[in-house]
């Protein structure tokens, strides 16, 4: 049997390719990073407001075990609720914050149609995600993370848990204060080692988005042809406009006060109305085979025809429907009075 034709992935992804998997949503995220940034959010919230909120629990906690807030049961869950919530709503928004703005530099603003798959609802099809091949890869990357991640922090801060022992030892603000330090340069050392984590695991993403986008030079020819068209069409398409605006072009010449030649190369039609214009018009220009054309009508409808090679080839130069400049008012003039002097007008 023959071998299938495989051609290889070997271009760059376009533009529009870019576009449309940003459109399904398909962008270069890292997770990872996104995890580090909300602990990030909970590091920076901790370090400059910790000890305010610690004083918050500290007081509430005194408060109703010193029946400050009464007896009833509601009450008192009302207050530590609204406690709780003043410690706990800044770090959630300030960490989500942190997510976001992360996920937003990593892909940009990804918005598309929210979509309801019943697939979702299958358990076997859960089943199925959680015990693949890819979910237990998934599982073992972040076991190992969180073990080396978890033995990274306890052997940068081992020396520090020798005072451990001698806790119970101090006073209620020392420990305090100490058990604090432990714990903040413990979450310091974990964001620094997930943050490495992080940005890695987004190269690693960002490679295999790349890859993933890369197209074969069949693909990229398939895509310029839709967004700038079948070029065979296109000349179709040019072909009739150019045809369009020659017979519009020729619908003038019978209009025109004279028509000057080259003499057979180029024909040059002018057209000038002494009191509506400033200057004589090209109204009709061409070369060759259409030349001809211009000289053929103009004969037809008795339009003169002059001779006059320099200035046939310098009026051809210009834009059709523009007028002629200064530089050859005399020429073109003196052709013109030739003209109203062979028709009796002078």
Known sequence: MPEESYEERTEQATPRKRQKAKEKGQVARSRDLNSIAGMGGIILVIYFAGEHFVNILADTTAGILGFRYGGDIPEVMRVAFIKAAEVTLP?????????????????????????????????????RRMFSLRGLAELIKSLLKFIIGGWVVYYVIKKDLEILPTLMAMEIEHLAETSAILIFKALVIAFMYFLVIGFVSYALERWQYERSLKMTKQEVKEEHKEVEGDPLIKSRIRSIQREIARR?????????TVVITNPTHIAVALKYEEKKMIAPKVVAKG??????????????????????????????????????PEELYVAVAKILAYIYKMRGRL
């Open 248 to 256: 519009r072009m020729m619908q003038e010449v019978p209009k025109a």
């Open 287 to 324: 070369a060759g085979v259409v030349a001809e054309k211009i000289k053929e009508i103009a004969m037809k409808h008795d339009v003169p025809i002059v001779e006059d090679r320099p200035l046939a080839r310098a009026l051809f130069k210009l834009e059709l429907d523009s007028f002629i």
């Open 91 to 127: 770090i959630f928004m300030i960490s989500v914050a942190m997510v976001m703005f992360t996920s937003v530099m990593q892909g940009g603003f990804v918005l598309r149609p929210l979509r309801f798959d019943t697939s979702m609802l299958n358990p076997i099809q859960g089943f």
